[in-house]
């Protein structure tokens, strides 16, 4: 992978009605391959150009890390782990697990903020690793990324049968209107997307809040039967399920169950980090929005899978049926039988509306992370350079529309059905993840190891995490681990299935295939040009980039909310 970088963009288009010229001619402005030029060779772009606009606000990074990191996983997916573990198991898992998330946040916030830059982790991989490390690094989060968009539709068909036995509109014509809506989205300029964005992940603030603090409101006696029920299912089936076997190994397994949902269903840094090359005021905003995903993993994690807990017990025989039955919509949500139990009509039905738009507002964000990061990998000779040109907007045209056209794999449901289709991506990019996590910490090691050799001291470093080198170790470690326990069940006895095993494990292999693939062909190229790998002292640390960002810095004015309506957001996410 040719190790590039963004060159400060002096040619910025003025935004003349909020005075951001400034803020935008310094980096990250319009110029370069604008929609106009897209008639031209294919070769005039140089690879070093961003032509992303730092136009995202504080409170569109906040709502973009809620919107990308809440989906129907903590709704309705964790009622699957709570009959595995029971309630002590998930709480603790999850707890766990937003622990080792936060240490993998920590790493990020130094990076990032030192170099706000598009697709920064991926870039970071192939700059401060290797450059196949990167490339494979960089596929495995697009493909993670681009395999969500369908998911999240197909659950969006799915969770709208809730209110009707049968579809009130065909499958496909609703496959076909999440499509285009969320090609209109993203194919505006990119202040239109942090606007939806920021709305509709504020809808999923609203649901996880309303569901904790209903609760709360109903343990406490305030519900139709006036009964404080508190933590009774703590006691009677009681605080720990046991899985797959009986006695202590039974518990133990029914927590690893638990923990495997849990590295599924929390992430933070990845949502927040890819938002960094079109922040404005980056060295600003960027450390909030990262110190924000603390408060985000403990209140909606930490406290939603708490809350599962106490409204529900493990072994409630509707439940269960409900997945055995694959129930559409938010059927299976330990939320919605909590409500049915206590004979509450009408708070189901806006459970599941609000279901549908977290659904349809993750779909919204892996549409953006997943261009976003091929973007980053064409900039870098990691994908093909088509994928790097911008509309005048700042837009990443085709990189958006082959993420647009990998979501036509949702129509598959039309033949396959919906639950099948979700558990093929469900269990094909349940690793990935993980990896991602993985490659993030172990580039900031490589980072600490190249500012040493370089003679860069942390304290010169804009921001700087606590508990560093061994929070980073703690999550690489975690990670690891967790990547390959991720499928275990397939190997005890009796569970052995080909089809499972292969898509538990499929990007486990895929890594390494596309780094030794790359590393290969890259040897073959690197010795075509005469070049030698480079040692760390002589590792460049994006410094052309960095000198760009800082001459933006200086530049920057805030630009004034346009009303006071935005104001207020400002102040309460800024």
Same mark, same amino acid.
């Given at each position: 992978?040719?190790?590039?970088?963004?060159?400060?963009?002096?040619?910025?288009?003025?935004?003349?009605?909020?005075?951001?010229?400034?803020?935008?001619?310094?980096?990250?402005?319009?110029?370069?391959?604008?929609?106009?030029?897209?008639?031209?060779?294919?070769?005039?772009?140089?690879?070093?150009?961003?032509?992303?606009?730092?136009?995202?606000?504080?409170?569109?990074? #906040?709502?973009?890390?809620?919107?990308?990191?809440?989906?129907?996983?903590?709704?309705? #997916?964790?009622?699957?782990?709570?009959?595995?573990?029971?309630?002590?198991?998930?709480?603790?898992?999850?707890?766990?697990?937003?622990?080792?998330?936060?240490?993998?946040?920590?790493?990020?916030?130094?990076?990032?903020?030192?170099?706000?830059?598009?697709?920064?982790?991926?870039?970071?991989?192939?700059?401060?690793?290797?450059?196949?490390?990167?490339?494979?690094?960089?596929?495995?989060?697009?493909?993670?990324?681009?395999?969500?968009?369908?998911?999240?539709?197909?659950?969006?068909?799915?969770?709208?049968?809730? +209110?009707?036995?049968?579809?009130?509109?065909?499958?496909?014509?609703?496959?076909?209107?999440?499509?285009?809506?969320?090609?209109?989205?993203?194919?505006?300029?990119?202040?239109?997307?942090?606007?939806?964005?920021?709305?509709?992940?504020?809808?999923?603030?609203? @649901?996880?809040?309303?569901?904790?603090?209903?609760?709360?409101?109903?343990?406490?006696?305030?519900?139709?039967?006036?009964?404080?029920?508190?933590?009774?299912?703590?006691?009677?089936?009681?605080?720990?399920?046991?899985?797959?076997?009986?006695?202590?190994?039974?518990?133990?397994?029914?927590?690893?169950?638990?923990?495997?949902?849990?590295?599924?269903?929390?992430?933070?840094?990845?949502?927040?980090?890819?938002?960094?090359?079109?922040?404005?005021?980056?060295?600003?905003?960027?450390?909030?929005?990262?110190?924000?995903?603390?408060?985000?993993?403990?209140?909606?994690?930490?406290?939603?899978?708490?809350?599962?807990?106490?409204?529900?017990?493990?072994?409630?025989?509707?439940?269960?049926?409900?997945?055995?039955?694959?129930?559409?919509?938010?059927?299976?949500?330990?939320?919605?039988?909590?409500?049915?139990?206590?004979?509450? *009509?009408?708070?189901?039905?806006?459970?599941?509306?609000?279901? %549908?738009?977290?659904?349809?507002?993750?779909?919204?964000?892996?549409?953006?992370?997943?261009?976003?990061?091929?973007?980053?990998?064409?900039?870098?000779?990691?994908?093909?350079?088509?994928?790097?040109?911008?509309? *005048?907007?700042?837009?990443?045209?085709?990189?958006?529309?082959?993420?647009?056209?990998?979501?036509? @794999?949702?129509?598959?449901?039309?033949?396959?059905?919906?639950?099948?289709?979700?558990?093929?991506?469900?269990?094909?990019?349940?690793?990935? #993840?993980?990896?991602?996590?993985?490659?993030?910490?172990?580039?900031? %090691?490589?980072?600490?190891?190249?500012?040493?050799?370089?003679?860069?001291? *942390?304290?010169?470093?804009?921001?700087?995490?606590?508990?560093?080198?061994?929070?980073?170790?703690?999550?690489?470690?975690?990670? %690891?681990?967790?990547?390959?326990?991720?499928?275990?069940?397939?190997?005890?006895?009796?569970?052995?299935?080909?089809?499972?095993?292969?898509?538990?494990?499929?990007?486990?292999?895929?890594?390494?295939?596309?780094?030794?693939?790359?590393?290969?062909?890259?040897?073959?190229?690197?010795?075509?040009?005469?070049?030698?790998?480079?040692?760390?002292?002589?590792?460049?640390?994006?410094?052309?980039?960095?000198?760009?960002?800082?001459?933006?810095?200086?530049?920057?004015?805030?630009?004034?909310?346009?009303? +006071?309506?935005?104001?207020?957001?400002?102040?309460?996410?800024?």
């Amino acid at each position: 992978m040719a190790a590039t970088g963004f060159s400060p963009n002096v040619g910025a288009e003025a935004d003349k009605r909020n005075g951001a010229a400034k803020n935008e001619k310094a980096y990250g402005g319009a110029g370069g391959d604008t929609f106009d030029d897209l008639e031209g060779d294919s070769g005039s772009l140089p690879p070093t150009y961003d032509n992303t606009h730092r136009t995202l606000k504080s409170r569109h990074i #906040q709502l973009i890390g809620i919107g990308g990191t809440i989906g129907t996983a903590l709704y309705v #997916q964790i009622g699957r782990a709570l009959m595995k573990g029971g309630p002590a198991s998930l709480f603790i898992a999850f707890t766990f697990w937003c622990a080792v998330i936060l240490c993998v946040n920590n790493s990020m916030s130094e990076m990032v903020t030192y170099l706000p830059i598009s697709s920064p982790f991926i870039r970071f991989a192939g700059r401060f690793v290797d450059d196949s490390f990167g490339v494979a690094a960089g596929w495995n989060f697009f493909i993670f990324e681009a395999a969500m968009v369908p998911f999240e539709i197909v659950a969006c068909t799915q969770i709208l049968r809730y +209110w009707s036995g049968s579809t009130v509109l065909h499958d496909g014509v609703i496959i076909a209107i999440c499509i285009v809506l969320y090609g209109a989205i993203n194919m505006f300029l990119v202040k239109y997307y942090g606007e939806s964005e920021f709305w509709l992940a504020l809808g999923k603030l609203i @649901l996880i809040v309303g569901l904790i603090a209903f609760t709360f409101i109903t343990m406490v006696g305030g519900n139709p039967a006036k009964d404080a029920y508190g933590f009774r299912y703590w006691n009677d089936p009681g605080a720990f399920a046991t899985h797959y076997t009986t006695g202590n190994l039974g518990h133990f397994l029914g927590f690893v169950a638990c923990l495997i949902q849990a590295s599924f269903t929390i992430a933070g840094p990845d949502y927040v980090a890819i938002t960094a090359g079109e922040a404005e005021n980056p060295r600003t905003v960027m450390p909030r929005a990262f110190k924000a995903v603390f408060y985000r993993l403990t209140a909606f994690f930490v406290l939603g899978s708490l809350a599962v807990g106490v409204v529900v017990p493990h072994d409630d025989p509707t439940m269960a049926a409900a997945f055995t039955d694959a129930r559409p919509g938010a059927a299976a949500s330990p939320y919605v039988i909590a409500m049915d139990r206590m004979n509450i *009509r009408i708070l189901p039905h806006i459970v599941n509306a609000l279901v %549908l738009s977290s659904a349809f507002s993750a779909g919204n964000s892996y549409v953006y992370c997943a261009s976003r990061c091929l973007y980053g990998m064409a900039l870098d000779g990691a994908a093909p350079r088509i994928f790097s040109r911008c509309t *005048r907007g700042g837009v990443p045209i085709y990189a958006v529309a082959l993420v647009l056209a990998i979501a036509l @794999l949702s129509f598959l449901q039309l033949s396959n059905g919906a639950a099948v289709v979700l558990s093929w991506f469900v269990s094909l990019v349940t690793a990935s #993840q993980l990896i991602n996590f993985s490659v993030m910490s172990y580039s900031y %090691l490589r980072f600490l190891r190249i500012l040493r050799a370089q003679g860069i001291s *942390r304290d010169s470093l804009p921001h700087r995490a606590f508990w560093q080198p061994w929070s980073t170790y703690f999550a690489l470690t975690c990670t %690891l681990v967790m990547m390959l326990v991720g499928g275990y069940e397939v190997f005890l006895p009796g569970n052995w299935d080909v089809p499972t095993f292969l898509f538990s494990y499929t990007m486990v292999a895929v890594f390494p295939v596309l780094y030794i693939a790359h590393r290969v062909w890259g040897k073959a190229g690197t010795r075509a040009r005469g070049r030698e790998r480079k040692s760390d002292a002589e590792v460049d640390v994006f410094e052309r980039e960095r000198e760009g960002i800082e001459e933006y810095q200086r530049a920057f004015v805030p630009a004034p909310p346009r009303n +006071w309506v935005a104001g207020v957001w400002d102040k309460i996410f800024g």
